[in-house]
């Protein structure tokens, strides 16, 4: 795909970019034609106020017995009633199973000898639920990638993420919907079908950890587990309005997943610690509060994984240097930036500055304008199985022309932008290779933010060039997902961030970077724009859940940044 792209990047930019505002203008036309003016369906408003707290907050009511188990499962169970219908987020759920697993915590905390793998320590979420996606192994569970071949298969163990999950005391209640291979940001597939926004049904949920950014946002479950390789969880995070945090790589890990992230041969043969630095995904939490994304990711890395990072390192805000990029900036082959989320941009770094007395420089690298390019690169240069290898699930041969012939005559089991990819990874070995050029710019991209960002900088990036798209979008702007692609490619971690809803009533957002094992440094500041901003926001209970951020989901901010009063 590198080289496709980079002989693209140099023959058709004029008449890309023409084409780009063409076909921005027709989408626009055939949405209204479709949708006409008629206001978004709504789902039913958050009426329990239990579905409001944060995790931590859950898990210190039931713990102390405010709460029981039963009580909390109950009601995300007829939240996610309420609201799957309409937005077919969670795929398949395990409610009964759920419901007496509550109800053995609930006995269990009621009893006067607790043993030592429930205490507080090492069962931090004891009776909380949780969501996962349906791309990770969860025993008895479908694990089909929204590939039809797999449609039969059945999880018999837990992915490594699940498993320390569960083993720190969390209720799966099912799980959730993914694009097909988990390879494009719409989260639709012929298994399950397709996924809608809870904050306009007519758009998107983004990919491929889409359903888990759904149903949370949906309040139909506080927290969940994505993985992401271009954007698979942060794309999510900022269309549905949650907090998302991509890991330094080698944190959590990457087993256990269908499809898995391989390599060519040569570098199977390198030790973990060398791959980590050629590996582009990433396993992490999806949550509606920032206060939960810390304890969620010492759950899921466990003792060896939380060992590659300084989670436990003082955080001084007011001391570290911030900057902000990508506002400014053209890319080839990616749609302008709209105007509202360069705005929120400038308002986040605005607030910051006025918050904690800082400066926040703006940064130009013109490196980042061939963010889609080096991204393609990364993903040739450490080679593994062909995406068309995956359409067959490393059986019967897959031919993405033939499908693409079925697909008109809506014959095929593949959706239309699977097989396009498939179709690019064809025409790549018709195409002169590129790729070294393209990887030796990314090791300067990467090397000019290390020199700035250093171990105490953050960078702030735009989520993506536009808010929710309507359905079937990205197929006019299959490479949007740059925006978020680029640090896969460069290896460092990101926490996406809400900051509100949009003119339109759908989310805003921005990424918070830092360079490789500073994951501390973008969960302080997320937690420190919540506070700005509000975090995860629904015009139906927006007051109540500031009543809860100031009350509740802060309860344990074992923290050296101090509250600062957003004024």
């Not at 949708?35 to 713990?63: F, Q, T, W």
């Not at 089991?413 to 070995?429: N, Q, Y």
Request: proline share 6%.
């Amino acid at each position: 795909m590198a080289t496709v792209l980079s002989v693209l990047l140099q023959l058709l930019t004029p008449l890309l970019w023409v084409l780009g505002k063409v076909s921005d203008w027709l989408h626009g036309l055939l949405a209204l034609i479709i949708n006409g003016d008629r206001p978004p369906d709504k789902i039913p408003p958050v009426r329990d106020v239990l579905l409001l707290e944060s995790a931590v907050s859950l898990a210190k009511g039931i713990r102390s017995r405010r709460l029981t188990s039963e009580r909390v499962v109950r009601s995300y169970i007829q939240r996610i009633r309420e609201v799957n219908d309409l937005l077919n987020c969670m795929v398949v759920d395990r409610f009964e199973d759920a419901i007496r697993e509550a109800q053995e915590v609930d006995r269990i905390l009621d009893s006067k000898d607790i043993q030592e793998k429930h205490s507080e320590k090492n069962a931090p979420f004891l009776g909380v639920p949780i969501s996962v996606k349906e791309a990770f192994q969860c025993k008895g569970m479908p694990n089909s990638s929204g590939l039809v071949s797999r449609k039969h298969v059945i999880a018999n163990e837990d992915a490594p993420p699940v498993a320390n999950m569960k083993k720190a005391g969390c209720i799966v209640l099912g799980v959730t919907n993914c694009s097909e291979l988990c390879m494009w940001y719409e989260s639709a597939n012929f298994v399950y079908g397709r996924t809608n926004n809870a904050y306009d049904i007519r758009r998107i949920v983004g990919g491929s950890s889409g359903g888990e950014g759904c149903i949370i946002s949906a309040a139909g479950s506080v927290m969940g587990i994505g993985a992401d390789i271009g954007g698979s969880i942060r794309m999510p995070a900022f269309f549905n309005g949650v907090f998302g945090h991509k890991p330094s790589q080698g944190v959590v890990s990457n087993d256990g997943q269908f499809p898995l992230e391989t390599f060519s041969k040569e570098l199977e043969s390198l030790s973990d610690h060398e791959l980590e630095k050629v590996s582009m995904m990433a396993t992490g939490p999806l949550c509606r509060y920032a206060a939960d994304l810390d304890p969620l990711l010492r759950v899921m890395a466990g003792p060896e994984g939380l060992a590659k990072i300084t989670l436990d390192a003082p955080v001084d805000l007011r001391a570290l240097n911030y900057f902000s990029a990508g506002t400014d900036l053209k890319k080839l082959l990616i749609s302008p930036l709209e105007p509202e989320l360069c705005d929120i941009q400038l308002k986040a770094a605005k607030y910051l500055e006025d918050a904690l007395g800082v400066k926040v420089q703006q940064k130009f690298l013109h490196r980042f304008k061939y963010s889609v390019a080096i991204w393609s690169a990364r993903m040739q240069s450490k080679g593994g199985h062909s995406f068309t290898d995956l359409m067959g699930d490393h059986g019967s041969q897959v031919y993405p022309s033939l499908e693409l012939l079925k697909r008109l005559f809506n014959c095929s089991d593949h959706t239309f932008p699977a097989i396009l990819l498939g179709l690019v990874e064809d025409f790549d070995r018709l195409m002169p290779d590129q790729t070294d050029r393209l990887i030796s710019s990314c090791e300067k991209l990467r090397a000019e933010l290390e020199a700035f960002l250093g171990n105490d900088g953050v960078l702030l990036y735009p989520s993506h060039p536009k808010i929710a798209p309507f359905h079937n979008s990205p197929l006019v702007t299959p490479t949007n997902f740059a925006y978020t692609g680029i640090f896969n490619a460069l290896g460092f971690p990101v926490t996406q961030v809400p900051l509100g809803l949009s003119r339109q009533g759908v989310p805003l957002g921005i990424q918070v970077v830092a360079t490789p094992r500073n994951d501390h440094l973008t969960l302080a500041v997320a937690r420190q724009l919540e506070k700005g901003f509000g975090g995860w926001t629904t015009e139906l209970s927006g007051s109540l859940v500031g009543r809860l951020l100031e009350n509740s989901v802060y309860e344990d901010a074992n923290r050296t940044e101090k509250p600062l009063k957003v004024e």
